[in-house]
T-cell receptor, first 112, second 113 residues
Framework: AQSVAQPEDQVNVAEGNPLTVKCTYSVSGNPYLFWYVQYPNRGLQFLLKYITGDNLVKGSYGFEAEFNKSQTSFHLKKPSALVSDSALYFCAVNWGFQKLVFGTGTRLLVSP | GAVVSQHPSRVICKSGTSVKIECRSLDFQATTMFWYRQFPKQSLMLMATSNEGSKATYEQGVEKDKFLINHASLTLSTLTVTSAHPEDSSFYIC?????????FGPGTRLTVL
């Protein structure tokens, strides 16, 4: 079955420190990978996506993600976290069709 | 950019009544829209895929007679929760697809008393 895993329910990081939010997927073929962010009582905002090409993808708000095919991972990273980055982050995957499969989400808490 | 709106943003209704939620693509046409449900502190669960001019495709376990979806135009899809009960209380999010991407609405908080 095709699935997406976010192994951490919550990630805590101090402001100014680098952050990583993990995502792995289980899928056949060549997936399209996405990261979204959700603030309380809001819809999802697109951060970045990987379709093909360079494994390092840069997105909105200084976030980036690295596609690793051998490890089937697509971890979200940011060199220097901000308190305003605190939110719920979702990894998602599809296969060129629009239907998305979401991970369970990781809550990022950045402390001042 | 592609903007998707939802109306209402929040609604409170009595048990047994029906509630309609609208999802609109404001600056683009979407042949496909998606409806998700999100419980507190949980991920988004796809309920159905809505295609303009045809019947929606429901995910396994979603009652099509309870969650009526209509996609009458390329910019509007509606979700009607019929005979709502407290267990239907949730955050409902729609999205509209362009190519390989989806653009999400801000969500609708439904509370059934």
């Amino acid at each position: 079955a095709q699935s997406v895993a976010q192994p951490e329910d919550q990630v805590n990081v101090a402001e100014g420190n680098p952050l990583t939010v993990k995502c792995t997927y289980s899928v056949s073929g060549n997936p399209y990978l996405f990261w979204y962010v959700q603030y309380p009582n809001r819809g999802l905002q697109f951060l970045l996506k990987y379709i093909t090409g360079d494994n390092l993808v840069k997105g909105s708000y200084g976030f980036e993600a690295e596609f690793n095919k051998s490890q089937t991972s697509f971890h979200l990273k940011k060199p220097s976290a901000l308190v305003s980055d605190s939110a719920l982050y979702f990894c998602a995957v599809n296969w060129g069709f629009q239907k998305l499969v979401f991970g369970t989400g990781t809550r990022l808490l950045v402390s001042p | 950019g592609a903007v998707v709106s939802q109306h209402p943003s929040r609604v409170i209704c009595k048990s047994g009544t029906s509630v309609k939620i609208e999802c609109r693509s404001l600056d683009f046409q979407a042949t496909t829209m998606f409806w998700y449900r999100q419980f507190p502190k949980q991920s988004l669960m796809l309920m159905a895929t809505s295609n303009e001019g045809s019947k929606a495709t429901y995910e396994q376990g979603v009652e099509k007679d309870k969650f009526l979806i209509n996609h009458a135009s390329l910019t509007l899809s509606t979700l009607t929760v019929t005979s709502a009960h407290p267990e239907d209380s949730s955050f409902y999010i729609c999205s509209a697809g362009i190519g390989d991407e989806q653009f999400f609405g801000p969500g609708t908080r439904l509370t059934v008393l």
